[in-house]
């Protein structure tokens, strides 16, 4: 069983960063597809950044050229490290797992395992 325990968020001024991380169980790195979501409130939910077993990145518009996601096996864990914050990447943010890598990185529908998310909060 996939279990995904995220940690990290928090509140930051415009222009800060922040790390999140997600200690995941019971997955097998060579064959899983791990992705960020988030969704800020009253939104629908959108894939920030997908990660590919063979280390093959994606990442949403938003995302690109401020945020990275990179991966410890050994610590199991999964990262986000957002740089350049802006009160628009305010949301809650989920870490996710699709262990059949469904060829869409941000699909949500396509998403097997969601863990229960980290609150971000960037202020102006």
């Known amino acids: 069983q996939v279990q995904l325990v995220e940690s990290g968020g928090g509140s930051v001024q415009s222009g800060g960063s922040l790390r999140l991380a997600c200690v995941a169980s019971?997955?097998?790195?060579?064959?899983?597809?791990m992705a960020w979501f988030r969704q800020p409130q009253g939104k629908y939910r959108e894939g920030v950044p997908g990660?590919?077993?063979?280390?093959?990145?994606y990442y949403g518009d938003s995302a690109k050229g401020r945020f990275t996601i990179s991966r410890d096996r050994a610590k199991n864990t999964l990262y986000l490290q957002m740089n350049n914050l802006k009160p628009e990447d305010t949301a809650k943010y989920y870490c996710?797992?699709?262990?059949?890598?469904?060829?869409?990185?941000?699909?949500?529908?396509?998403?097997?395992?969601w863990g229960k998310g980290t609150l971000v909060t960037v202020s102006s």
């Open positions: 996710t797992a699709d262990p059949y890598c469904s060829g869409d990185w941000s699909d949500s529908h396509a998403i097997d395992y």
């Open positions: 019971g997955v097998t790195w060579n064959t899983i597809c």
């Open positions: 990660l590919d077993p063979d280390g093959t990145t």
